[in-house]
């Protein structure tokens, strides 16, 4: 199962950790209709030692297959499989801030910790 971005599946082509950092996004559980709004980086920073010298460089992340960080939705995905997902990305975001940001705010917006309907059990 893909990403949907406006729409369309999701790819991150030729962008950079400076041009697009990570996404905030929505997971729906086709069978249950329970929904996850949660946060993903694009990339992860990596270090090596090159000629004595530590260098940091990034690197994409495991965005293409992940599901989310809550236990529930990941047994879930488990369960009923991961056709049965819809994962949509409401939001990319140019740093870990606004990723923050936006991630609460759909998470206040939809009310997550209102109905049972949602697998979020806190906010940030």
């Known amino acids: ?7 369309k599946p999701y790819e991150l082509g ?3 950790h400076k041009e697009v950092y990570g ?11 329970k929904q996850y709004v949660g946060k993903k980086l694009f990339w992860s920073s990596k ?10 460089y990034k690197v994409e ?15 879930h995905v488990n369960l009923h499989g ?3 997902f819809k994962r949509t990305i409401l939001r990319l975001c140019i740093s870990k ?18 109905s049972d309907k949602w697998y979020n059990g806190h906010i940030m």
């Open 82 to 84: 991961k056709d049965n």
């Open 14 to 16: 030729e962008q950079t």
């Open 23 to 33: 996404f905030v996004y929505l997971i729906t559980d086709t069978i249950t209709n």
């Open 97 to 114: 801030g606004e990723m923050t940001y936006f991630e609460a705010k759909y998470q206040f917006e939809y009310g997550v910790l209102e």
């Open 61 to 75: 992340s495991d965005w293409r297959d992940y599901y989310g960080s809550n236990d529930l939705l990941n047994e």
């Open 47 to 56: 270090t090596k030692q090159v000629k004595g010298k530590k260098k940091k």
């Open 1 to 7: 199962m893909t990403w949907i971005y406006n729409g």
